[in-house]
């Protein structure tokens, strides 16, 4: 609006002169103006986030699976490592079959007064016959026991067993228990007393008094070589000859073995072939 400075009457502001009184009109001075306020549309300035350092969360990524990697490397390693050792120290005994002549002759049991066994004996393995199953009578088996329990009795001489074995079988034999040896100690384990003192008592000179004895039977009245079931070195891992087949037989390594108490109990587990 423009209004006249002359009669006060307010104008069009499009008008050059005043309607009312025709005095020109001038536009109105600034300080009469009406200032408007538009509105100030502040946008907002999105926050820019920076991202996060991640070599750092990268590092222990990349460090535990490194780590993860190493570890099992390492296991395996170890792994092969232990079952090389066992495998060499593990060694497995093997039980041959003897060249027995059928016309040879056993040799009779030992009496408890004489003492025929030396430090100086032959490494020969003396065949003895014995009154437990002198002459067995079994069909040769042609499968092997795949587990097994037998007690072997302080008290008796050689006892044939339920184990049945076959030729190059592969087995675990392991022996628990005490025995008692009249007149000399009690509480004594498979391996026996290795005590020079005691060597008049032994059925075989090579093996200490006492010790639980394994032999292979032949359905033929035959046997193996005789072994100790536990020694120090030994692993309990077993193995036949390829043409061993029969049953296992076991004994304590006492010629006087009448008085004494207890008994070993055997456990066997073939390896699956």
């Known amino acids: 609006m423009k209004k006249c400075q ?11 002169f005043c309607l009312e009184c025709g005095t020109p009109l001038t536009a109105s001075p600034l300080s009469d103006a009406k200032t408007e306020y538009l509105p100030v549309n502040l946008q907002s300035i999105p926050t820019v986030l920076l ?91 042609d499968k092997p026991t795949m587990r097994g329990v037998f007690n072997v009795k302080a008290d008796k001489n050689w006892q044939l067993s339920n184990l049945d074995v076959v030729g190059g079988e592969k087995f675990v034999l392991l022996a628990l228990g005490k025995i008692d040896l009249r007149e000399i100690e009690k509480g004594v384990s498979a391996e026996g007393i290795a005590d020079q003192k005691y060597q008049s008592r032994r059925l075989f000179a090579e093996f200490p008094t006492g010790a639980l004895l394994m032999r292979t039977r032949y359905a033929d009245g ?52």
């Open 6 to 16: 002359n009669c006060n009457y307010e104008n069009d502001s499009t008008m050059n």
């Open 51 to 141: 991202p996060k350092n991640k070599s750092r969360k990268y590092f222990w990524i990349f460090g535990g699976l490194a780590s993860l990697l190493i570890l099992v490397l390492l296991g395996i390693v170890g792994a092969l490592f232990l079952a090389n050792k066992l495998d060499k120290e593990n060694t497995v005994f093997k039980t041959p079959t003897p060249a027995v002549s059928p016309t040879r002759k056993s040799s009779p049991m030992p009496q408890k007064s004489v003492g025929v066994y030396s430090s100086n004996a032959s490494a020969e393995t003396p065949e003895i016959e014995v009154n437990v199953s002198p002459n067995p009578n079994f069909t040769p088996p």
């Open 222 to 273: 035959k046997y193996s070589k005789i072994s100790a079931v536990a020694t120090k070195k030994a692993s309990g891992v077993w193995q036949n000859a390829p043409d061993e087949r029969g049953k296992l037989e076991f004994c304590i390594n006492d010629n006087a073995s009448a008085g004494n108490g207890g008994e070993f109990v055997v456990s066997l587990v073939a390896f699956e072939k």
